[in-house]
């Protein structure tokens, strides 16, 4: 189960943030066939994840050897702007197979709905999108270095890799900046290394470096780029902070840069995040810091899984123009709250609102989330 929690934390128009995969392009399909599917998915998801999750427990918990696994997470997120509701189905299954001790091949797609009542009309209509999140092959060279092949999420700060999936995300919009560095695709298509190394005492470093070659594969695209990730993390406070850099080898041949920075503090159930980013199109940052109320002066036992969430950003545009960062200077702040019935299946609803030149804006979010974990096979003891 460790290659199931790793690399499911990894991995993302600004018109509409509440959409999860806007600044991807969208990939249409029939409305109605795909629309029953993945609303009677996420509903099977969100009903079975707790029994087979007992069921998973319930295996021998003895070592054994690596075997594959599979999990999908699902939800149904309901979004209203200016009065107009947004219904989004999504499921998003990830599978992870093992080959021996060092070689493992892992996989995550994303299938999606966004339907709104049309203009005088009735009913929700509205597009399917599709996407192949990463399909790659990684060699475990050793305990500092790991050789990934084949299409894996851009490792530019902090938020595409470990933040987006729908299930781990406190907020169900996206950072403004999200864009920046990871690209309408948030993917590459080529090789990476990564890896981290205790550099002292009480500091580790981590490290990703990538080369994305162009791809023009239907769900399947991505830029041609060179970049990289590097962080410092301190166990003891249980701090990590880093920079990232990319470099576009196709069309501006622009540069990006990045600073992210997150902290758990042990003695309370607090998590703090931030990220930076520069661009030629426009930059900014967003901080948000997530609270579980278990430490509650008063009621907390009631109030031991709810989960308050606020995050503030800033957008500045910059001198070029893209279609997936917003096209003014923009301000926004959003604040939620999240029930967790168990780790895995939550409830959560979030307020928001948007300044820009272009028109501001509320947002509301309302939705359901559920995450299931399943091995495919018993390994043997060792």
């Not at 319930?58 to 699902?74: E, G, H, K, N, Y």
Request: hydrophobic share 40%.
């Amino acid at each position: 189960m460790l290659f199931a929690y790793v690399n499911s934390a990894k991995r993302a128009r600004p018109a509409r943030p509440q959409c999860r995969d806007h600044h991807r392009r969208a990939h249409t399909a029939a409305l109605p066939a795909w629309t029953k599917l993945t609303v009677f998915a996420s509903c099977v998801v969100l009903f079975i994840a707790p029994a087979l999750r007992a069921q998973s427990q319930a295996q021998d918990s003895a070592t054994a050897s690596p075997i594959p696994v599979f999990t999908i997470s699902s939800g149904f997120i309901t979004t209203f702007e200016g009065g107009t509701p947004h219904l989004g189905p999504l499921i998003s299954p990830l599978l992870l197979v093992p080959i021996g001790q060092n070689w493992l091949i892992e996989t995550r797609g994303t299938i999606e709905a966004d339907l709104s009542p049309p203009p005088g009309g009735s009913g929700f209509k509205g597009v399917v999108e599709k996407n192949v999140d990463y399909l790659q092959l990684d060699y475990i060279a050793n305990r500092y270095v790991t050789v990934s092949a084949g299409r894996y999420l851009v490792p530019f700060g902090i938020y595409n890799e470990r933040l987006y999936p729908i299930w781990i995300r406190n907020l169900q919009t996206d950072p403004l900046i999200l864009p920046i560095g990871a690209s309408e695709y948030g993917a590459g298509t080529g090789a990476m290394l990564r890896g981290g190394f205790d550099a002292a005492p009480g500091l580790e470093v981590n490290y990703a470096a990538y080369f994305s070659a162009h791809s023009g594969v239907s769900h399947m695209e991505s830029d041609r780029s060179v970049g990289g990730r590097a962080g410092i993390f301190l166990p003891g406070p249980r701090l990590e902070f880093g920079g990232s850099f990319q470099h576009l080898l196709q069309e501006s041949r622009t540069n990006a840069f990045g600073l992210h920075f997150e902290w758990q503090p042990s003695p309370i159930p607090l998590d703090i995040r931030a990220e930076y980013a520069r661009s030629h199109d426009g930059g900014g940052y967003w901080i948000e810091s997530a609270y579980r109320l278990s430490q509650a002066p008063k009621w907390r036992n009631r109030l031991r899984n709810v989960q308050a969430v606020a995050r503030m950003q800033q957008f500045f545009a910059g001198l070029g123009e893209s279609d997936v960062l917003p096209g003014a200077d923009t301000n926004a702040f959003e604040f939620g709250l999240n029930y967790y019935f168990r780790d895995d299946i939550r409830f959560v609803s979030s307020y928001g609102r948007q300044f820009s030149a272009q028109g501001n804006g509320n947002i509301w979010t309302l939705g359901l989330t559920a995450r299931l974990a399943l091995p495919l096979g018993h390994g043997g003891s060792k």
